[in-house]
């Protein structure tokens, strides 16, 4: 049998600078443990533009439909900023996720106990939260047609599309309630049914799903403006949340900002099970391509190599495997070893990227 | 020439408890300043549904247009939770706000010196924060057409539209610049234009109406996701936030929630001028219905009465007047005088709405 396959899209700004860290992470584990995979790399957003005219190639394309497992690192710059929206970086994400069907997002947003005191809220409003947010990732506005800028008598209009249909609702939530049953067995539906038709449709199929098949975890159903206003009051009366893509967008980065920690968030996109049982799935870290420090040695590559993390737990089964790599995680910011982002206190001096990705490895 | 006019809707839940209290400020006016409101009062909401079968009679929709403003206490609970959409209480506030066209809602979110502690963020994150957001009303995703769940193949599909035309980006726009040469001269514009086109036509139109008739304010362009993230990291580096309707709801219900303090945010919907000069317009506090306290004497009146304030600045060009208010509350906040929603520490008594409206009027 071959091994797992890993296509490895670093992307611009600190992307390839983090990735370089996972790969460490990647062969560790083949050198020490016997877990090998088959990796390439290829290129994605700005990166891939600047070679190809387009923010992913087709045969980039190709080749993450057939490997176990994507990882990304980042995509977008102000270079890019000016570009038509059909080539802009953000377009090969964009299209990696609607062509595999990556539909469930799950981002934690965890608080490590090491970096409480780095949240902008209180050390008691934060310190061990565990939140999950399961976002749909491949309908809703983002992709809903009709779009453009279209001329109506004699000015132009914006249009945008939400749409959902029952399907797409159907499978995101059983996707949030099968996380729940391993979690805090507590799910809470977060739309507008109160302002918006699909809203409406969106609360009565995801109660029916629990009605039906999930009896057992705990659902609750709340506006998105509250949920964002709650989020920021208690998070932690918060297991899973699930929700729409363009809710999902702003309220996972609202939670995630919570922690005070985006450096250290990963996130994974998974859609069906495909012939080999495993799902498509695409790994990569919350935060952005960060161009205010590329290649400055400043990024933090922990979110990625977290998002590694995710793939050995939900592409491989590798839960053990997983769960090591978070504890050395762990151990290292127990050590005090911090990168730029997380220094707290005056008189404390940060390590680079590559130190923090050699110190995990050994904390491995 | 006749006295100004003033229609109060109270609405559902707490709306009657807290507009009881604002009744008291508006009485003190005119008794002690010679300043005085021809008030009528009329049904909005499950109340004007219990009685009409309608969230808003026509009659009172029709008295709305005429008067000077519009107060409203809050809308909705949970026994209209099942009510048809086409008749649920928040419908009557959509049609105030879209037929009166108030398509500029101001929703300062202010940090009260004496409940800096209050907050969920550390106090040096939010002490002095005064943060002003600006979001579209009357069109986006809450009035788009089509709209509504429909039969495709064998399912149902839910449908919103997020449409934004020029004048109306172009109108809103200007509302922020212009609020903004009043106070720190700073807008921040929220929207996604790296995914939808609409955003692409907001933050165009914003620019041009930026560089056409304010370059002398400080504008600035940033996703609605890092929005929120900022908003939560440090919400002090925002001075005016322009957004569009859906975001807005979002993104203010966020930065309300930063002050700790939802029972002490106002809010007010302006429109165009009317044939008097003054602008169409409701006032209303942020926050909700609040069923589970309602009839218990614990609402806070202070959102409510701040509400009045701003009617007093935006609508009667009584800045002196709004002022004296806003200096009323705060003082009755330095005596560490408190409703429920705003108790800190263990061992403080609460005192009652009606209370903390007396002594508003005292300090007055
Ligand atoms: C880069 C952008 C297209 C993307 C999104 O809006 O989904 C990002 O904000 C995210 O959340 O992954
Ligand atoms: C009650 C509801 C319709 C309303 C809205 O979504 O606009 C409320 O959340 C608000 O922000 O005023």
Redesign the pocket.
């Known amino acids: 049998m071959s091994n797992p396959s890993l296509l490895i899209l670093p992307g611009d700004g600190i992307g390839p600078e983090v990735m370089t860290e996972v790969v460490k992470i990647i062969d560790w584990f083949g050198a020490k443990r016997g877990i090998a995979f088959d990796v390439s790399t290829d290129l994605v957003g700005g990166a891939a533009y600047d070679k190809h005219g387009t923010p992913l190639h087709d045969d980039t394309m190709a080749r993450a439909q057939e490997v176990d497992a994507v990882l990304l690192g980042a995509?977008?710059g102000p270079r890019y900023d000016d570009l038509d929206f059909s080539v802009k970086p953000?377009r090969g994400?964009?299209r990696l996720r609607k062509e595999m069907d990556l539909f469930a997002n799950l981002r934690p947003a965890q608080c490590f106990d090491a970096l409480a005191d780095f949240s902008s809220l209180k050390k008691d409003i934060v310190a061990g939260l565990d939140i999950m947010i399961v976002r749909e990732l491949t309908s809703g506005v983002?992709f809903g047609e009709p779009r453009g800028i279209f001329k109506e008598g004699n000015e132009r209009v914006g249009i945008n599309t939400q749409r959902y249909t029952e399907s797409e609702i159907d499978r995101i939530a059983r996707a949030a309630f099968e996380l729940a049953r391993k979690r805090g067995n507590k799910v809470c539906s977060m739309e507008k049914a109160n302002v918006m038709e699909s809203g409406i449709l969106w609360r009565e199929v995801v109660q029916k799903v629990h009605d039906e098949d999930y009896a057992d975890v705990e659902l609750s159903h709340m506006y998105a403006d509250n949920g964002a206003m709650q989020l920021v009051r208690a998070p932690k009366q918060f297991d899973v949340i699930v929700t729409d893509?363009l809710f999902g967008?702003v309220l996972?980065?609202c939670a995630a900002m919570l922690t005070g920690s985006l450096g250290m968030l990963p996130?994974a996109s998974l859609g069906a099970p495909m012939a080999n049982g495993r799902p498509k799935a695409m790994y990569?870290p919350?935060h952005?391509s960060a161009p205010d420090i590329t290649g400055q040695g400043k990024a933090n590559p922990i979110a990625c190599i977290l998002s590694f993390a995710m793939a050995l737990r939900y592409s491989f089964d590798l839960g053990d495997e997983a769960t090591r790599v978070e504890k050395a995680v762990e151990k290292v910011l127990a050590d005090g070893l911090r990168t730029a982002d997380l220094l707290g206190h005056e008189g404390e001096t940060p390590i680079s990227t590559t130190e923090m990705g050699d110190a995990i490895v050994a904390a491995l």
Request: hydrophobic share 30%; aromatic share 8%; charged share 30%.
């Open positions: 995509v977008g953000e994400l964009l983002y893509n967008d996972s980065d996130s990569e919350v952005g």
